[in-house]
Nanobody, 115 residues
Framework: QVQLVESGGGLVQAGGSLRLSCAASGTISRFNIMGWYRQAPGKQRDSVAVIIRGAGVNYADSVKGRFTFSTDNAKNKVYLEMNSLKPEDTAVYYC?????????WGQGTQVTVSS
């Protein structure tokens, strides 16, 4: 099972930007589902930007036009570029990779947006 480690979170002012990275311990090229999720305090974990094999990236309505999902398969990395951040984007952000053999989650990285 591949291990996932997120990085790039932090404290940023509203309107600022962050780039999250997710490093996988193995290949991510055989994914079925891959993406970023987030969980705010007291709320359920929701998808932010998810790609399903054979389809395009699906963004949550609240982040469309502001967040961009990308991958570097050669480096086994997944990225989330976040621009025009809002206080409501504050959450722990998780990377996830699903294959036919496993469903792996990272430990999460905290993103805090101050108003």
């Amino acid at each position: 099972q591949v291990q996932l480690v997120e990085s790039g979170g932090g404290l940023v002012q509203a309107g600022g930007s962050l780039r999250l990275s997710c490093a996988a311990s193995g290949t991510i090229s055989r994914f079925n589902i891959m993406g970023w999720y987030r969980q705010a305090p007291g709320k359920q974990r929701d998808s932010v930007a998810v790609i399903i094999r054979g389809a395009g990236v699906n963004y949550a309505d609240s982040v469309k036009g502001r967040f961009t999902f990308s991958t570097d398969n050669a480096k086994n990395k997944v990225y989330l570029e976040m621009n025009s951040l809002k206080p409501e984007d504050t959450a722990v952000y998780y990377c996830r990779v699903v294959t036919s053999e496993y469903d792996s989650w990272g430990q999460g990285t905290q993103v805090t947006v101050s108003s």
